[in-house]
């Protein structure tokens, strides 16, 4: 079956950097369009950035704009997302997500596979 797992979740202070990892099984994973998302305490979940096929395409929600960066390694099923500068508000659970369908997708109920989800906490 399909498996999403991220890794790399942890406590970090405020203007430092972190680095996410989700590794894929059970799909072929060139094929899909994947996502990140995050869910903080009491609130939505919600879009943080997406990446294309290729790896060529991303893009991203206004709060990750020039702090964040995904990217994906095909060859090992794996897509990243790169977190510098980070805040107090960037505290949240954050999963990565597949979707086999379109080219561009920001909605939860695009994507069809999800991750566990990891914690990253921003101390100030």
């Known amino acids: 079956q399909v498996q999403l797992v991220e890794s790399g979740g942890g406590l970090v202070q405020a203007g430092g950097s972190l680095g996410l990892s989700c590794a894929a099984s059970g799909l072929s994973f060139s094929t899909y369009l994947m996502g990140w998302f995050r869910q903080a305490p009491g609130k939505e979940r919600e879009f943080v950035g997406g990446i294309n096929r290729s790896g060529g395409r991303t893009y991203y929600a206004d709060s990750a704009k020039g702090r964040f960066t995904i990217s994906r390694d095909n060859a090992k099923n794996t897509v990243y997302l790169q977190m510098n500068s980070l805040k107090p508000e960037d505290t949240a659970i954050y999963y990565c997500?597949?979707?086999?369908?379109?080219?561009?997708?920001?909605?939860?109920?695009?994507?069809?596979?999800w991750g566990q989800g990891t914690q990253v906490t921003v101390s100030s």
């Open positions: 997500a597949a979707t086999a369908t379109g080219t561009y997708r920001i909605r939860i109920g695009d994507y069809e596979y």
